[in-house]
Structures are given as structure tokens and as C-alpha cells.
């Protein structure tokens, strides 16, 4: 569905996106993750058509991303990281004139169907304005299927949500998947990448460092984390297995906490850098 090849961006002479190359399935929820400024806005905004890229191509469902904007701009959508409704607008007004941007037939049928999906249907016709966080990021995924993409781009779209409105949205994510929807999700919620996501890529200064299953990329650092707090100070140290873990631990005289490994670990040990917020 996506297929990216030495995809290079510069601004000057600064570097955002070196050479990267990677292609996502059909139908797969890809998870791309890494610190600001490592080049995840840069790589959606070309594969959206909103940047040129200085080199490398990209094609999506086959079409290139430079060279036929046209047949691609009806495949794919996005979902901002911002919220970016008309407060002023009602729910339904909202998506009305998103739908008359891409002149979608039946409007209002396909605006009470995308609402019903969303559970917003019992508040159509009131203002955006009185919306909580969670029903206006709703909204927004709506929003960005009104014309039936086959590519979704998810930028941070559970960012400053209550956990239980965000297991609502990855309910939500998943339903997509399983209705065929590619998905490429950017976020820096280390549980999210790892329950939603088949695979996940991170970045780091502009560069693909490393791209596998979450299972896989946690498996291949350690299993198991001895983590050592003395004071303020802490220390991690990575291991394969509990009985590594328990010897490890024996050997600090700092209080130590022993826990399963995850993205965030596979994050520090690249990169040096904490992956979530």
C-alpha cells in the first residue's frame, strides 16, 4: 500500500530526512515513532503531498506522491495532532462542508453514518464549542474518513486524553483496521504503539534506526529491565531473562525495581532519549 525508497528532505542544508526506505501493508497499523524533530512530521507531510521530497520517491496504492497528486488526494486522509473544528459550527455542519470539499454523494447520509459510528449522532446539531476533548478527536477521525480513504495518517491522536477516553479511540482505530484501512499512527504513548500497531518504525535525527514488531524490537534488547533509584538518580540495566534479572539485582545496593521491557526501553537504548512525554 505504501512503498517509500531513499526518501530524503533538507531544509538548506539541514538534513530532516535521510534515506528512508520501508513499506506498509495493506490494512496494517503502522506505528512511526521517535523524539521531536526526528523527521515524522517531515515523512506525513510528503506522503500527504503537503512537501516535496529533495530526493527518494514514495508511492501510495501505487500512486506517486510528487508526480500524481491528483489520483491521491481522494485515497488518503489526516487526522491533525490539533484540533482544528469550527468551534462555532455544529458537529454536523462541520463535516458538511469537509464532504462538499470532496463533493461526496448522499452527504448527509454518509455525515449521520460517520456520526452514528462516532456516538455522536444525539449531538449533531449542537456547536462543537461544548464538546469534551474526547468527543472533538472523535469528531476529527470522523472528519477525516468522510470521504472514504484508504490510507489514514493518525498524528498523536489521543494526545491529552483521560486513558479511558483513549482505549474508546484505539476501539475506534482498530475497527478501521478491520474494515481495511491502512493506518500510519504517529504518538508518543508507549502503550498505544504496542497495543495498536503490527509494526513500528523509529526515527532519530532523520534516520530509520530501527524497524520490526513491538515484541520483536523489546525482544531484541532484553526481556527484563533492573532499574536502580538512589535519590533522584536512576539506572537502567537490560537482560534477556527473570533469572539475569534477579542476579543483576543482587548486586545493587540501591532500591531496585525489576520489570518487563517495553518500547521505551528499546527507545533509551537507541537513541539515549525518553520516547514518551
Not at 512537501?51 to 491528483?70: H, K, L, Y
Not at 470522523?142 to 486513558?163: C, I, K, N, W, Y
Amino acid at each position: 500500500m505504501i512503498a517509500i525508497s531513499n526518501l530524503t528532505k533538507y531544509y538548506g542544508n539541514l538534513p530532516a530526512l535521510e534515506d528512508l526506505t520501508l513499506e506498509i501493508g495493506a490494512g496494517e497499523v503502522f506505528g512511526l515513532l521517535g523524539p521531536n524533530g526526528a523527521g515524522k512530521t517531515t515523512t506525513i507531510k510528503i506522503l500527504t503531498a503537503l512537501a516535496f521530497p529533495s530526493r527518494g520517491t514514495a508511492r501510495i496504492s501505487g500512486f506517486d506522491v510528487v508526480r500524481e497528486r491528483p489520483q491521491l488526494k481522494p485515497i488518503i486522509a489526516v487526522c491533525p495532532q490539533e484540533i482544528n473544528l469550527d468551534r462555532e459550527l455544529t458537529a454536523f455542519e462541520n463535516l458538511w462542508f469537509y464532504g462538499r470539499l470532496f463533493r461526496i454523494p448522499e452527504i448527509s447520509r454518509r455525515i449521520m453514518d460517520l456520526l452514528e459510528w462516532a456516538q455522536l449522532e444525539k449531538r449533531a446539531h449542537d456547536r462543537v464549542k461544548g464538546f469534551s476533548g474526547g468527543m472533538q478527536r472523535r469528531l476529527l477521525i470522523a472528519r477525516a474518513l468522510m470521504s472514504r480513504p484508504q490510507v489514514l495518517f493518525l498524528d498523536e491522536p489521543t494526545v491529552g486524553l483521560d486513558p479511558q477516553i483513549r482505549r474508546q479511540l484505539w476501539d475506534m482505530i482498530r475497527q478501521l483496521q478491520a474494515e481495511g484501512i491502512t493506518i500510519l499512527l504517529t504518538t508518543h504513548y508507549i502503550e498505544e504503539a504496542e497495543s495498536l500497531c503490527q509494526r513500528v518504525g523509529i526515527l532519530n535525527k532523520g534516520r530509520l534506526i530501527a524497524l520490526d514488531s513491538p515484541q520483536n524490537l523489546t525482544a531484541g534488547v532484553g526481556g527484563y529491565v533492573v532499574e536502580s533509584r538512589n535519590g533522584a538518580r536512576r539506572s537502567y540495566t537490560l537482560v534477556k531473562n527473570r533469572e539475569a534479572a534477579y542476579a543483576s539485582a543482587r548486586e545493587e545496593t540501591a532500591s531496585v525495581l525489576i520489570r518487563q521491557a517495553n518500547l521505551e526501553d528499546v527507545f533509551i537504548q537507541l537513541t539515549g532519549e525518553r520516547l514518551s512525554q
